[in-house]
């Protein structure tokens, strides 16, 4: 079946015309114009502003004039995730999508329903002709994933709405009220190569189902990184490195890893690597079903860094904290602060080492960050902080809420759980421009974003398209 025909048809065709625009985070340039092109072809108010996020305005439909201006918000960018054994170009390939029973997936990539689906929603109140709503801003951001640009560049009093419905939650009982903020910290060096001395091995890592570095740090899944560290901590005192490749996007948990070193006495590190491998699968047993641990013999004669500077680098793999920092004492089983270590690169000397650190405490993340830079600086590495944005403080009298709350209870015999979110949702950030906006975050079901096993809800966005056009029709008056 193609995805036209699945209700709400106007909703999954605005979706497919989407993705069939390469969208990575940074490179938006055509989705932005195809946004503008759409807005302008239904001869509404539309502007692009300085750093590219797209402003479409609608006025309110008959006898909604009195309600509160309304802000509907998506970003156009996608996490862009494939697996190793599929042949994509997400620079200039569309998404192929499939469906699996209840499931809109993608073919070996990541689906973009994060927050594509939020874009479509967007797009088809924008053109229908028949859902009653209040005047509305249609507010597109750019490069959410990867920097938060499009909601650091918006400008105080560029956008007039009273509320602002954020369509980038991922789960549709859920509503968000709150979010952690986040910043970026990176250390990186420059080593001189020597010739190699022993066995030219490679330790692979991969299989793991990885995943959203926020909302699933508490999860317990398995990070490449941390696991090769792990296993070239065995053989410490006589590895020389020659090259790392782990993990990809600072949003993502790490997938896969691989690193070739030069090993002294390989019958003795592979005994003890065969010893921790078992161990390791262990652990991972009832949660990592595709883990794989490899090792094997690299045919490379390259140069390789000295046995000390190698050192260094796994003494510092194994000392970052990766993972949960702290829960929050006053929300149950809200994540506070955590970290991801996200990517290990080492190529011809040069060493880069990436982590996202979030928190919604503004003193835990700093605390995060200083500790992460402490056993950077103690391994002669420079740190270099940036990215740095804002949580967003819950307010829990809001009168949206309310109202929100109460339809969903009346629709659907149950009430949402409202919650704040280990994630960085662009309503801290827009928050700080319009301190007095009420603003909610909610949307359609959608599992494994930031992965190749990226997938929507059909039923739940059936779900979500009839709650959002009872919410348009029941804004709150002036």
Not at 39 to 48: D, Y
Not at 199 to 213: N, W
Request: charged share 25%; proline share 4%; net charge negative.
């Amino acid at each position: 079946m193609p995805l036209s025909n699945i209700e709400p048809q106007i909703i999954w065709k605005n979706f497919s015309k989407l993705n069939a625009i390469p969208r990575p985070s940074k490179k938006e340039a055509r989705v932005i114009e195809f946004i503008k092109t759409f807005g302008e072809s239904l001869g509404l108010p539309t502007t692009v502003d300085p750093v590219g996020n797209v402003i479409i305005k609608k006025p309110a439909t008959a006898g909604m004039e009195d309600r509160k201006a309304i802000i509907l918000q998506s970003h156009l960018d996608m996490v862009c995730q494939k697996n190793n054994d599929t042949n994509f170009d997400f620079d200039t390939e569309g998404i192929k999508m499939k469906i699996e029973g209840d499931w809109v997936k993608a073919e070996g990539t990541t689906l973009g329903a994060d927050n594509g689906l939020g874009v479509a929603s967007i797009m088809s109140i924008l053109e229908s002709n028949d859902i009653p709503h209040p005047a509305l801003e249609a507010l597109f951001t750019i490069d959410e994933e990867t920097g938060m640009t499009g909601a650091l560049g918006l400008v105080a009093g560029q956008l007039e709405g009273d509320i602002l419905l954020n369509l980038d939650t991922e789960e549709d009982d859920a509503f968000s009220i709150g979010c952690a903020g986040g910043v970026d910290v990176t250390a990186t060096q420059t080593y001189e190569l020597t010739e190699g001395s022993g066995d030219a091995v490679m330790v692979k890592i991969s299989g793991l189902q990885g995943g959203h570095s926020g909302m699933d740090i508490h999860k317990g899944f398995g990070n490449a990184n941390v696991l090769l560290g792990r296993f070239l901590h065995l053989d410490i005192d006589d590895i020389q490195l020659i090259s790392i490749d782990g993990g990809g996007l600072r949003n993502a948990i790490p997938r896969e890893a691989a690193a070739t070193f030069y090993c002294v006495g390989f019958e003795d590190y592979q005994e003890a690597f065969e010893e921790l491998k078992e161990a390791v699968m262990a652990e991972f047993k009832s949660i990592e079903a595709g883990l794989k641990i490899e090792l094997l013999k690299a045919d490379t004669t390259a140069q390789a860094l000295s046995t000390e500077d190698s050192s260094m680098i796994v003494y510092v793999l194994k000392a970052l904290h990766n993972g949960v920092y702290r829960m929050s004492p006053d929300i149950e089983n809200l994540v506070e602060a955590s970290n991801n270590l996200s990517r290990v690169s080492l190529k011809d000397g040069a060493l880069s080492i990436q982590c996202l650190t979030r928190s919604s405490v503004t003193s835990t993340k700093v605390q995060v960050a200083e500790q992460l830079q402490s056993v950077f600086e103690l391994a002669d590495m420079s740190v270099s902080t940036d990215g740095d944005y804002p949580g967003w403080k819950p307010n829990v009298d809001s009168a949206i809420l309310k109202v929100m709350v109460d339809l969903y209870t009346q629709k659907f015999g149950q009430e949402p759980h409202v919650e704040a979110c280990h994630a960085g949702l662009e309503c801290g950030i827009i928050g700080a421009h319009y301190p007095e906006m009420e603003m909610i975050s909610f949307g359609p079901t959608i599992k494994g974003a930031h992965s190749p096993e990226e997938r929507a809800s059909i039923s739940s966005t059936q779900k979500f398209w009839g709650f959002l056009k009872d919410i348009l029709a029941n804004i709150p008056k002036k």
